[in-house]
């Protein structure tokens, strides 16, 4: 984590506050507005977690605690005025309390979605590789260790190749492509949990060959 001005130049307002504006740190996306205080500044800095103040409970609220859908802090920056505290964070889970990835999406019955949906199928392909439980799929491919994940990962890039020239033939359509693309990328998940490399780790290796 990085900052790029120090938390000391944040002007708070006549409250005691300053706005908190959340963006996903892999996708800039614009997640939500929310209030901080000195306190929730300083918990959010020094802990990880984004933390903010609550104008209507009047106290603090660590984004997460009650619905699990969690900000894990990247970096911090205050805009040239001090005035406001961009903060970039990687979420679990929808940031919005009506279940959209953002509080800025116009469809709260259509939850959009978001690489926040692998995390959670890396949880879950995670906690099987611990639990190891019976009939399940995963732990099937992870006995065999890496041949049986391995094997899948290959020939589900073959699908989504075949997939994919079929589509720009015409005889085949987005779905199936989408359908194919997501069997590799759960197969490629089951690899690295067999391996024990986190996807975090990819994605810093593809975070220093951005161009």
């Known amino acids: 984590m990085t900052q790029r001005r120090s938390i000391d130049s944040v002007r708070f307002d006549e409250a005691g506050l300053v706005a908190g504006i959340v963006q996903d740190a892999d996708t800039g996306k614009v997640l939500m507005l929310g209030w901080l205080n000195a306190e929730s500044l300083e918990l959010t800095r020094t802990t990880g977690r984004v933390t903010f103040w609550s104008r209507s409970r009047r106290e603090l609220w660590r984004k997460g605690d009650t619905s699990g859908n969690t900000l894990d802090l990247v970096d911090l920056a205050v805009d040239c005025d001090g005035d406001a505290v961009l903060i970039s964070a990687r979420p ?37 590789a611990a639990d190891r439980p019976e009939g399940s799929y995963t732990t099937q491919l992870l006995a065999e260790g890496v041949e049986g994940p391995g094997r899948k990962v290959t020939e589900e890039a073959t699908e989504v190749l075949l997939a ?22 759960y197969h490629l998940l089951v690899l690295l949990a067999e391996r ?15 161009r």
């Open 164 to 185: 994919a020239k079929d589509h720009a033939a015409g005889s085949a359509d987005d779905e199936r492509v989408a359908e194919e693309a997501a069997d590799l990328i």
């Open 92 to 128: 679990t889970g929808p940031t919005c309390h009506t279940g959209t990835q953002s509080c800025f999406d116009a469809d709260a019955d259509h939850p959009a979605r978001s690489f926040a949906e692998l995390d959670r199928l890396w949880r879950v392909i995670s906690q099987r």
């Open 196 to 210: 024990r490399i986190d996807p975090t780790t990819v994605l810093g290796v593809l975070a220093r060959r951005r």
